[in-house]
């Protein structure tokens, strides 16, 4: 549930003022816009480059151009081209807002932001200019003014896009304010889950019941810090039946939790239920705050045995099919450094996009790979239960390591956030605990800078061991 809010505006941008509807450029514009939003998008690109050839100052060409790259994670030549449509049709706040937005894509958030406030100076009834500057002032800690924003984006709201919601969802979550987020969040059902609107079972509020029906419904990860709600749940109900994510049915068995039937996704929707919700309610349903939550009832598979040095395990990558998968990896090569430290024995727990940087980076040697042995995440966990330490990236290993209640150091990007996680660097978070430690890379470092960070905790670990050791 990382804050990534998608632009559903589009600038509404005929033929130019000026241009003759009969003109090559018109013409090439009109048919480009016809395969745009035919089943064949692809095919308008190179008419919408042809257009912005044959007339340069042809804003609609460079504006969907714009669109068109972003959609294809081009982030800096969508703001390239955005920037063209911004000389041509200056202060238009609509094109402002989605210039804010990919500017902030581009790795520039203080361009995001000015073009952001600018649009709404301009513009102050524009609903998703609100909306997108409260997720800016998210990335920047201002979550007071994220707060004013996205209520003012919401009450603008006129189009009953879930975009809004989903705005001030994501603000109420990283304030720590629990109940206010996920009632908002209720809109992702809307934004990107809308089959789970024709589910004919009633949605459960947490009272008794009798046939409960449970469903993962996002990330791996997501559904591990979900995890914590099941016992309490399942207690309320005469029979719960469970899908999760494939990798996490072992894990969930696991968990032995009475008379629940525990299925992996994708599976045949029960043919009964007297009530259902979707995992992620589950602390709404159960009237969960960050004061009172649960603790996680995980299996335990054993611990570290007693050794010399620390035994460390490292993610570096997750899906590469993540929106955020640019700002949320962490390359092997910029871990390297650690791999030499002096007492300590390191362990791959990666798997699948990011594995093959081993190979690449020629650290077989000094990288002990395990991932044949980690064919679900219960084999995962038994991995982690043998480690002292798991440094990694914001993956579902680290919800995982941090849910089990093992030392976990987070490496993050301050423009991939997850507000389980919370802002900045800090020891310890709400969610999972004082066994987690945050590590944030800011807006103008380098992971170099927070590899040096870790390298420095680490240390501070194998000193406090050894102090440990001769008690």
């Known amino acids: 549930m990382n804050t990534d809010p998608r632009l559903s505006m589009l600038v509404d941008m005929p033929a130019e003022v000026g241009?003759?509807?009969t003109t090559p450029a018109a013409q090439s514009y009109e048919r480009a816009v016809q395969l745009y939003k035919s089943q064949n998008p692809g095919d308008a690109y190179p008419l919408f480059v042809a257009t912005a050839q044959a007339d340069p100052g042809h804003a609609g060409a460079w504006y969907h151009m714009g669109l068109m790259l972003f959609q294809d994670h081009k982030y800096k030549a969508a703001r390239a081209c955005l920037e063209r449509v911004n000389q041509i049709k200056p202060d238009?706040?609509?094109?402002?807002?989605?210039?804010g937005w990919y500017s902030h894509a581009s790795d520039d958030t203080d361009a995001g932001l000015h073009y952001l406030k600018r649009a709404v100076s301009i513009g102050p009834d524009l609903a998703l200019g609100w909306s997108n500057l409260s997720q800016i002032h998210i990335a920047l800690s201002d979550l007071d003014a994220a707060?004013?924003?996205?209520?003012?984006?919401?009450?603008?709201?006129?189009?009953?896009?879930?975009?809004?919601?989903m705005s001030l969802a994501f603000t109420h979550l990283f304030r720590g304010e629990l109940l206010e987020g996920l009632g908002y969040y209720k809109a992702r059902f809307r934004y990107k889950l809308q089959q789970f609107l024709a589910y004919a079972y009633p949605m459960w509020e947490g009272e008794k019941t009798g046939t409960l029906f449970l469903r993962a419904e996002q990330g791996i990860g997501d559904t591990v810090s979900t995890l914590r709600f099941l016992?309490?749940?399942?207690?309320?109900?005469?029979?719960?039946?469970?899908?999760?994510?494939?990798?996490?049915?072992?894990l969930v068995e696991d968990m032995r939790l009475p008379n629940t039937e525990v299925k992996a996704l994708p599976s045949v929707l029960?043919?009964?239920?007297?009530?259902?919700?979707p995992m992620m309610s589950l602390?709404?349903?159960?009237?969960?705050?960050?004061?009172?939550?649960?603790?996680?009832?995980?299996?335990?598979?054993?611990?570290p045995a007693p050794h010399d040095g620390m035994n460390i395990g490292v993610v570096w990558a997750g899906s590469k099919d993540m929106d955020m998968t640019r700002w949320r990896d962490v390359p092997l090569a910029e871990i390297l450094p650690l791999l030499s430290m002096?007492?300590?024995r390191w362990v791959s727990l990666q798997k699948g996009d990011g594995q093959p940087q081993i190979t690449i980076e020629g650290v077989h040697g000094i990288l002990e790979d395990i991932s044949p042995v980690l064919i679900d995440m219960r084999e995962t966990a038994r991995a982690i239960s043998s480690l002292d330490l798991v440094v990694t990236c914001c993956t579902s290993v680290a919800h995982l390591s941090a849910a089990m209640g093992k030392p976990t150091f987070v490496l993050r990007n301050r423009r991939s956030?997850?507000?389980?996680?919370?802002?900045?660097?800090?020891?310890?978070?709400?969610?999972?605990?004082?066994?987690?430690?945050?590590f944030e890379r800011d807006y103008h470092e380098g992971w170099v800078d927070v590899v040096r960070r870790v390298r420095e905790a680490i240390l501070e670990c194998q000193t406090k061991q050894k102090l440990q050791k001769a008690a």
Do not use: Q
């Not at 238009?92 to 989605?98: A, C, E, G, H, K």
């Not at 016992?231 to 072992?250: G, M, Q, S, Y």
């Open 342 to 344: 002096e007492g300590t």
């Open 283 to 303: 602390p709404m349903a159960l009237k969960a705050t960050m004061s009172n939550l649960p603790a996680f009832e995980l299996p335990r598979y054993g611990k």
């Open 19 to 21: 241009t003759p509807p």
């Open 231 to 250: 016992p309490e749940a399942t207690r309320r109900a005469d029979k719960t039946i469970c899908f999760v994510n494939a990798e996490l049915r072992t």
């Open 92 to 99: 238009n706040p609509r094109i402002l807002t989605n210039l």
């Open 417 to 438: 956030s997850d507000w389980r996680w919370g802002l900045g660097s800090r020891k310890g978070v709400p969610w999972y605990g004082d066994n987690v430690r945050i």
């Open 147 to 165: 707060l004013r924003c996205a209520v003012r984006g919401l009450d603008l709201c006129s189009d009953c896009n879930p975009i809004h919601a």
């Open 270 to 277: 029960p043919a009964f239920a007297d009530a259902w919700l």
